[in-house]
């Protein structure tokens, strides 16, 4: 079984997702990532039954040549925005390859949007067979792409659990000895994170209500500077999965402020460390890992005062209540697994084999 992917930046779950395929199903796979995130790198190298291959050494014609002595079972294209990848997958379709396109994007109806609706039916049905979503947030779109019930995949994101339920039991003890006041967001620094807003609320009430309490910040991007105005945040470069799942352990509470956020795989690694969490509503896995008052809270970064109540809802908790709050937020991890996306890929591949 042979299955190639052909994505935009590699990232340490993708891959996490594919050695938990081999360890089930076996197989082999060939990965082409079209570009190295500069403030991101994450250290990933070829295996035996992991290839991996950068798309800027291939022209069109070389790509489409590896792929055939590849002989492809199944291919999975990020997004359809790279005409290297549409015309590989392009070719495989029509000699009865499955297609599948992965998909973060919410509906928000813009003229964008409304486009490659119109165009879909060209664009994308004579390429793709599948479109394969992280959740609900993504379904309206994909129905409105026209993709058919049965041929939208469900668990396309999922954490690292094998390595964050690990680092979970090594150290929540620690934590719940006396849960730390600590506030932590992790990611890139990028203006659709709204960090910058949300910096000057949280200064605002640094004096007062968070007089005891501190924010940590780790990642990299072109919003860094700014950040570091900022004296009261502590501010950690970006690290590898597992120094990341350490750092988040000692905090206590993750907050993610983003205003455009499509997914937000970072809310399903706060849940799997036992995290309480405040996320903007605006993140699309916040619906799937916060139940409102149970392990969390959701507000509107747009709308004054509604991150304030989140925060004063928080901190207005004991630490038994945010420990079992945080217990909430570990049990809600496994709703989506490393395990489910493996069947859901496995299943591509056998239909199609039956067929």
Request: glycine content about 6%; some cysteine; proline content about 3%.
């Amino acid at each position: 079984m042979n299955i190639v992917f052909f994505y935009t930046n590699l990232t340490s779950n993708l891959i996490s997702n594919i050695q938990r395929f081999i360890i089930t199903y076996g197989g082999d796979f060939y990965v082409v990532r079209e570009f190295i995130d500069q403030y991101a790198s994450m250290r990933i190298e070829s295996s035996s039954r992991l290839k991996i291959f950068n798309l800027q050494q291939y022209s069109s014609n070389k790509l489409l040549a590896l792929c055939k002595d590849i002989k492809p079972d199944a291919i999975y294209v990020a997004g359809w925005r790279n005409l290297k990848y549409l015309r590989v997958a392009r070719y495989f379709n029509s000699i009865g390859i499955p297609i599948i396109c992965g998909m973060d994007n919410q509906w928000f109806g813009s003229l964008r949007q409304r486009i490659m609706v119109l165009f879909s039916r060209i664009m994308l049905h004579q390429i793709f067979n599948y479109i394969w979503i992280p959740g609900k947030p993504q379904y309206l779109y994909a129905r409105k792409l026209g993709f058919k019930e049965n041929n939208i995949l469900w668990n396309l994101l999922t954490a690292d659990l094998g390595l964050f339920f690990t680092i979970y039991k090594e150290q929540i003890e620690d934590r719940n000895k006396r849960f730390p006041k600590i506030f932590l967001f992790a990611g890139r620094l990028v203006k659709e994170k709204g960090l910058i807003p949300f910096l000057q609320e949280f200064q605002r009430y640094k004096d007062n209500i968070l007089s005891d309490w501190e924010l940590w910040i780790v990642g990299d991007g072109p919003e860094k500077d700014k950040i570091k105005t900022f004296e009261f945040v502590k501010l950690f470069d970006f690290v590898q999965p597992k120094e990341l799942a350490e750092l988040m352990m000692k905090a206590g509470i993750f907050i993610i402020p983003s205003v455009k956020e499509a997914w937000g795989l970072v809310i399903h690694e706060a849940a799997a460390l036992g995290m309480p969490i405040i996320a903007s509503k605006f993140c699309g896995a916040a619906d799937t890992f916060i139940i409102e008052g149970e392990n969390g809270y959701k507000f509107n970064p747009l709308e004054q005062g509604s991150l304030e109540k989140s925060i004063r809802k928080i901190i207005n908790k004991s630490d038994s209540e945010l420990i079992q709050m945080g217990k909430r937020s570990h049990k809600l991890a496994n709703k989506i697994t490393p395990d489910a996306w493996s069947s859901v890929l496995y299943n591509v591949v056998k239909q199609s084999k039956q067929k």
